[in-house]
């Protein structure tokens, strides 16, 4: 048996794995606890009809500043 734990209003919306432009590949289950600030930092917006997961918010940070992204998450 297998049940989901979505700790996110985003988290249904997620599907693994991830691949970002670049050819970079995410497979995380992580929670984010500073996603406006990531989100404002970034540019980028998420909304009730198209959800940013915390999954695709940590490989955007990651295409952004590489291997200083984890230094920004908080989760």
């Known amino acids: 048996m297998h049940l989901a734990?979505?700790?996110t209003p985003e988290a249904p919306h997620e599907r693994?794995?991830?691949r970002a432009p670049s050819g970079a590949w995410l497979l995380a289950d992580a929670r984010l606890?500073?996603?406006p600030d990531l989100l404002a930092a970034l540019g980028l917006s998420s909304t009730p009809a198209r959800p940013l997961t915390d999954g695709a918010l940590i490989l955007a940070a990651?295409?952004?500043?590489g291997e200083d992204a984890p230094?920004?998450?908080?989760g």
């Open 5 to 7: 734990l979505h700790g």
């Open 16 to 18: 693994w794995p991830l």
């Open 33 to 35: 606890d500073n996603r």
């Open 62 to 65: 990651h295409e952004r500043w």
């Open 71 to 74: 230094a920004r998450l908080v």
